[in-house]
């Protein structure tokens, strides 16, 4: 039976993963997941797409705030901003939304980290932005600053088989931050995942959105921040898994079904 290998929430979008042994999830979806954002002076969201040194950031969730760190920088503790901070009208995605400024203290740092002027949003916990377009069921089903689904999987078989066509063309495996999921599942055969709609995940179910598209965001090296010189492994992924657009698909997009807790070791069922 297939199963749940690895388990990873990201609580800054863009920075780095943290690996975890269960993970919590309702219809806003991962719970700490991507409910922070760094935004340029526009208060446009900010990715590894435009700037891939924030490979190089760690962001971890602590009593009351987030932990950030850098190579270089260190470490600054963050207090969530209370209900009294500045609002700030962000964009993500061509969406408007309402997120809290985190304070001077954290768009400094990360202004030197990052080499541009910037600043760190948070959206609270009630808060968030609808799925796209026909894929909610109920006004319940939300995200926060993830791209657009609640969680993203991906599975063994496929995996081993993009880095089998790397080495087949000499080029190094890549690891599977590149491709930063919250789910791996062992126990998949090649693109087996893409055949489903609907699966059960320990106690919890979940819908299968759609495929998703891969960017820029795959050819940068999750720990040094700089990107493939080939572009790999984005390249071999537009050689033989494309959609009908020309965009390269790797990994799926699911919506939360209900509550519950997933964790390392649950089985993984397919519901059709």
């Excluded at 690996?19 to 999830?25: E, F, I, N, P, Q």
């Excluded at 320990?202 to 040094?224: I, N």
Aim: glycine content about 12%; proline content about 7%.
């Amino acid at each position: 039976m297939a199963k749940v290998a690895g388990l990873w929430v990201y609580p800054l979008k863009s920075a780095r993963g943290i690996a975890r042994k269960a993970l919590t999830v309702d219809p806003a979806g991962v719970r700490s997941d991507r409910r922070w954002m760094v935004v340029d002076a526009g208060r446009h969201f900010l990715t590894q797409r435009q700037l891939p040194a924030m490979a190089r950031l760690s962001a971890r969730p602590d009593a009351g705030g987030i932990v950030l760190s850098a190579p270089d920088v260190g470490t600054l503790e963050v207090a969530a901003p209370g209900a009294g901070a500045p609002v700030r009208r962000v964009q993500i995605w061509g969406q408007e939304v309402e997120a809290r400024a985190a304070g001077d203290g954290a768009a400094a740092w990360l202004t030197k980290l990052l080499g541009r002027p910037c600043e760190l949003v948070c959206l609270p916990d009630d808060k968030g932005r609808p799925l796209p377009p026909g894929y909610a069921r109920s006004d319940e089903e939300a995200v926060g600053f993830a791209d657009a689904f609640h969680v993203l999987l991906v599975g063994d078989g496929t995996f081993a088989e993009l880095n089998g066509r790397l080495a087949a063309k000499g080029v190094a495996p890549v690891p599977l931050d590149r491709f930063r999921p919250n789910i791996l599942v062992a126990g998949l055969a090649p693109a087996q995942e893409d055949r489903w709609q609907r699966v059960a995940i320990g106690g919890v179910v979940c819908r299968v959105a759609k495929p998703c598209e891969r960017c820029l965001v795959t050819t940068v090296d999750q720990h040094s921040g700089v990107r493939h010189p080939d572009r790999e492994p984005l390249k071999t992924l537009q050689e033989y898994r494309l959609d009908a657009q020309g965009n390269a698909l790797f990994g799926q997009n699911l919506v939360v079904e209900g509550s519950g807790v997933i964790r390392v070791g649950d089985g993984v069922e397919p519901l059709g």
